[in-house]
């Protein structure tokens, strides 16, 4: 009996531990990263660090064209994104008749698991050059084809995050709703998307959050060329977000050289958007859950 | 009177009931074109791969090491490596992410830290692969000192699998009903015989889909591994766990962007493999998944 007992001990201390493991991580993670790039901070001059033009050997490390290809492509696979993924989970949600949610759903779950190499392969054997053609331009590997690929990468995020949400909303708003003679699109409209809103915006903001982060797809198509997009042509043109200078220049860099410091300093700013990003997201759901508990009890 | 104004609102209300039905077709059709356009790519990119990719593919492709600048020959030690990855991210990160949700699922009772675990593991899951990559670089490959290795690319790619498990096996635990533990308990079960003997036979196909799932997942990633494991080229694989290694997502990514003139058809090849790899994992997870439910006693 004793036996037992000291083993149940145990085992409940290991299970207690691997439970904080999460907080040990997210923490030597942040820790690792500062220690790597704050150097970064010291050895570059803020003049040049927040200037136009990133060009490591002869020690230029201006970030702000690699924050531009990040926001411009970020933006364009939003502007995809989010309306045909929002308007996929509804579909999925609110319209499809069983047999084609169970067609859909596993189709969604194909597209979240293809590897986001694969796609940047495909997006330079097959989008690439469609896009060089369709609009005459002299390269194909452009913001613009970067944007169309990791719209596929945040589609899934998408619909999913925000399928569960229209799901949540209980069965009871839609039948008061149709009872009081408004159409189903009525319904969905001014009922159910109203009140799984917080739901839809966590799928949105988590939607971006991938698209920021994502990384082999964008070095594969984007062309690779650090330059800071000025207006909407720059869609059309090639350039290079932050994520993939981190993961084309690391390999090549001297450990502990500026450069490597000032790539380290790139991957702090990506940790603290997506940080900012989560928590966000995070907030709205808990938010959410406060006001629900409230207005039940 | 009365009969005269219904007959004077007659034809209003019934354009306007048209007017709504037209409006609702037209949402619907506007709704299945946008899941049409989401759908079609992923069709098109699955059939894309496959016709262009299954001529490739033969007993030297998978069996052989790659010859000529890799031009020629087959991608083995790629294929070994990742699964050499996978076996050891499983390893690690298996039994930390279902140690951690049978923590939050049973033990945790809801206060501030428990919050505080929960934020870590949505920020865990939302942080890019490549600075895992950086991390599993500064840490794993530079300061403990394992070099690029398939140990320090495993441990990198287990902590990106992690939050997958942690929150597919806690969702698995807490859809066993209570009244499952309860009983254990009045038995004279204590709290871990009851976990162990009750609650996670009981999770068990929910817990094995998302350990698939998450595993998937580290199979088919790249920026993890560049700087912590991924050789561009061995002519020999890998002895043991402090060795570089090939990989497949790696390797697709060289033959697709680093070497010049590489034959398309082995391009289509290696990507089918790749494929084949992570949906094979996806299928088996959905099987397992489909089984479970029909076979659910509860």
Known sequence: MRETSWSEF?????????????????????????????PALIEIPFSTLFSVRWYPIEDYFGILPLIGGSLIVTIGAGAIAIPLG??????????APRWAREILKPMVEILAGLPSVLLGFIGILALAPLTREFLNLPTGLTALTGALLLSAISIPTIVSVAEDALDAVPKTYRDAALAMGATKWQTIWRVTLPAARSGVLTAVMLGIGRAIGETMTVMMVT?????????????????????????????????GSVHYHALFLIGISLFLISLVVNLAAASVVFRQKKRAERILS | MGE??????????????????MVQKIGFAGLSVATFLTVLPIILVVALVILKGGPAISWEFLSEMPRDGMRAGGILPAIIGTFWLTIGTGIIAVPLGIGA?????????????????????????????????????????????????????????SIMTL??????????????PNSFRVVSVSLGGTKWQTIRRIVLPQATPGILTGVILGLERAAGETAPILFTVAAFFLPQLPSSMFDATMALPYHLFVISTQVPGMPIKIQYGTALVLLTFVLGMNIVATIIRSRARARRQW
Do not use: C
Not at chain 1, 12 to 35: D, E, M, N, P
Not at chain 1, 227 to 251: D, H, N, W, Y
Not at chain 2, 110 to 123: G, L
Not at chain 2, 163 to 176: F, H, K, M, N
């Open chain 1, 10 to 38: 145990l085992i409940t201390r290991l299970i207690k531990v691997t439970g904080y493991s999460a907080i040990l991580i997210v923490g030597i993670i942040f820790i690792f990263l500062l220690r790597e790039g704050s």
């Open chain 1, 86 to 95: 929002l308007a996929t989970a509804i579909f999925i949600s609110e319209v």
């Open chain 1, 223 to 255: 062309g690779n060329a650090p330059v800071l997009p000025t207006g909407l042509s720059a869609l059309f043109k090639p350039t290079r977000t932050m994520t993939a200078t981190i993961a084309a220049e690391m390999g090549e860099v001297a450990n």
């Open chain 2, 4 to 21: 005269s104004s219904t007959t004077a609102h007659k034809p209003a209300q019934l354009f306007k009931l048209a007017d709504r039905n």
């Open chain 2, 101 to 157: 949700a049978i923590y939050l699922a049973e033990y945790a009772s809801d206060n501030r830290w428990t919050r505080i675990i929960r934020i870590a593991i949505i920020n865990l899951a939302g942080i890019p692969s490549v600075v895992f990559g950086l991390f599993g670089l500064g840490l794993f490959v530079l300061f403990m000192r394992f070099g690029t290795s398939i140990i320090a690319g495993s441990l990198t790619l």
């Open chain 2, 163 to 176: 939050p997958v498990i942690i929150s597919t096996t806690e969702e698995a635990l807490r859809s066993v």
